[in-house]
């Protein structure tokens, strides 16, 4: 599998908002720094491509490829809780407090097949979060960008599965 293989070839619809409201913006903070938000998941993989990138430079490669997908989804969200009147700061907020993005939130996992299931699981945590979004913000063109952003979280668990399938059958 190629470097670029992780991107989808769909474009992504604007990221723009019917209205501002405030209650949605702190609904999509949770998808953008919340403990299996988007900001999580970039730095996950990025530690992952660095500690793979000796000895499995392909999947090293792939995760690259994949951390800067998610920063994508990161930047589209910012612009979403921006335009919904929201500030992009790392945090999500609970009755009024704030709970600040964490370094704590990487999982230190450094075997390869420990990773990738543990990375599928993520992303089926995160689209499972981005459907509840989908029920919970009545805007269409919010819903639309959040389906686009699924489908690459979709292809992501196709390519971990896929280097998961090249382990198993190596073992
Ligand atoms: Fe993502």
Known sequence: MGHNDCVLNIPYPPADVKEKNLYYARLLLNNYAGQNGEMTAITQYLYQHLIS??????????LECISIVEMRHLE????????????????????????????????????????????????????RDYKMRICQISDPM????????????????????????EFEKSE
């Open 142 to 165: 919010i819903q639309n960008l959040l389906e686009r952003i699924i489908r690459d979280e979709e292809h992501h668990i196709t390519i971990f599965k896929r280097y998961l399938a």
């Open 53 to 62: 990138e000796e000895c499995y430079g392909e999947l090293s490669d792939s």
């Open 76 to 127: 589209m969200l910012g612009e979403l809780i921006t335009k919904l009147g929201g500030a992009p700061l790392f945090r999500t907020q609970n009755r009024g407090r704030n709970i600040y993005w964490s370094g704590k939130f990487v999982a230190e996992i450094q075997n390869p097949r420990k990773f990738l299931i543990k990375n599928i699981e993520a992303e089926n945590v995160a689209i």
